[in-house]
Structure formats: structure tokens, C-alpha cells
């Protein structure tokens, strides 16, 4: 690989990691306290918690993308 393959490589990763914060931080503000109350109520037992993040990789289409929300929610 080359020096120009390695440098798009590492803006589109970046790129992606930028879009996903802003992302959460704008889900973040623009649900507030009620997306804290379903995500608690979605994540009440490891078993919901297991589905609601199948359920969330499934409709998103992007494991990545929900892992860096869900950090993000943390």
C-alpha cells in the first residue's frame, strides 16, 4: 500500500468516527432525559439488553456505528 492509500484510509476512518459523535451528541440533545428512560427500560436485564443491541445493529446496519453510540452514551 502506498503513503496516499494509507492517508485516505485513515481520513475515511476518521471521517466516520467524526459523523458518529456528532451523531450521538446530537441524539443526545435532542432526546434528553425520555431517551435515557427507554434505554434504561430497554437494557433493564442482560437478555433485553442483548436484543435491543440486535435490534439496534439491524435497523442501523452499521455494528460499528452502534458500538460508537453506545460508547457515546456511556
Request: charge should be positive; aromatic fraction near 8%.
Amino acid at each position: 500500500m502506498t503513503l496516499a492509500m494509507w492517508g485516505a484510509f485513515a481520513g475515511g476512518v476518521g471521517l466516520f468516527l467524526l459523523g458518529m459523535s456528532l451523531m450521538t451528541q446530537g441524539l443526545m440533545q435532542a432526546a434528553g432525559p425520555s431517551l435515557r428512560r427507554v434505554l434504561h427500560a430497554a437494557t433493564a436485564s442482560p437478555r433485553r439488553g442483548l436484543f435491543s443491541g440486535f435490534l439496534a445493529t439491524g435497523v442501523v446496519q452499521s455494528s460499528s456505528a452502534v458500538t460508537v453510540a453506545t460508547i457515546g452514551f456511556v
